[in-house]
């Protein structure tokens, strides 16, 4: 179960984040209030939320999850990929050694973002992508292995990052779409297939035995509640125009 997140309000700048997608500039006044529907829902889950204020020197900032990984025996902060964000992860220092005391980090060449990496239990697999490489993947599985966890690698040939098609939602159960169904690494899931024009709700966090779904993806929101688990819709529109989504928001730990 997880206690608390780490979250950071966007800032002026979002609208001139990185994007591949092709769906408008964000609103800003709604993405405002999106993010804050998004605090009130980890809420909801029981956990305490400290809210970070925005930073615009960075306009992918408010993306928290990118820049560290968080777990039961150790944080690490990450090298991001994405030269226009390597500046974020010195915020996050001090911040994360008020609740861990040390912190491990990622050094280049190595480059890691938090959006390839997943959790299942003590264990993490971590995407290849174009912003976590071999070097950064290694140093990370190193210091989980000096912390009493493990990790493994995925390769990524379409999505951005690992999380952008895979999600687990505890009880073997594993959220996929496109490449991920068919990956010999998660064949023992029980896997929860998302449609390819419902892609985008894949990116979804079980957060204490409830599910956080992007909203407007009836079949996706379907298949969760078929599976057994209480859903709650959170409107990221402004976010998607950015690449982001639920996971990338936050830092749960
Ligand atoms: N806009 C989020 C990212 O590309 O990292």
């Given at each position: 179960?997880?206690?608390?997140?780490?979250?950071?309000?966007?800032?002026?700048?979002?609208?001139?984040?990185?994007?591949?997608?092709?769906?408008?500039?964000?609103?800003?006044?709604?993405?405002?209030?999106?993010?804050?529907?998004?605090?009130?829902a980890l809420e909801e889950c029981g956990l305490e939320v400290l809210v970070l204020g925005p930073d615009e020197q960075f306009p992918d900032s408010t993306f928290v999850e990118d820049?560290?990984?968080?777990?039961?025996?150790?944080?690490?902060?990450?090298?991001?990929?994405a030269p226009s964000r390597k500046g974020e992860t010195a915020a996050i220092k001090d911040i994360l050694k008020e609740f861990y005391g040390e912190v491990e980090e990622v050094q280049a060449p190595?480059?890691?973002?938090?959006?390839?990496?997943?959790?299942?239990?003590?264990?993490?697999?971590?995407?290849?992508?174009?912003r976590t490489n071999v070097d950064g993947a290694a140093q990370v599985i190193r210091f989980l292995e000096n912390n009493g966890l493990s990790g493994s690698l995925v390769e990524l040939e379409e999505t951005l990052h690992l999380k952008t098609g895979v999600a687990y939602l505890e009880q073997n159960n594993l959220i996929a779409c496109g490449e991920f169904l068919l990956k010999e690494e998660f064949k023992e899931f029980n896997l929860l297939e998302i449609a390819e024009d419902e892609s985008y709700a894949a990116n979804c966090i079980w957060v204490n035995d409830r599910v956080?779904?992007?909203?407007?993806?009836?079949?996706a929101r379907e298949t969760i509640l078929g599976a057994g688990y209480s859903v709650i819709e959170v409107g990221v529109s402004e976010f998607q125009k950015l690449d982001g989504g639920l996971s990338c928001l936050s830092l749960r730990f």
């Open positions: 179960m997880y206690k608390r997140a780490i979250v950071r309000t966007p800032g002026e700048s979002l609208i001139h984040g990185l994007t591949t997608a092709d769906l408008g500039i964000p609103d800003y006044k709604k993405a405002l209030a999106q993010h804050a529907n998004y605090i009130e820049i560290a990984l968080l777990t039961k025996n150790c944080a690490i902060i990450t090298n991001p990929g190595g480059t890691v973002e938090g959006g390839d990496i997943m959790m299942v239990g003590s264990h993490f697999y971590i995407g290849l992508s174009e956080l779904i992007p909203s407007g993806y009836p079949k």
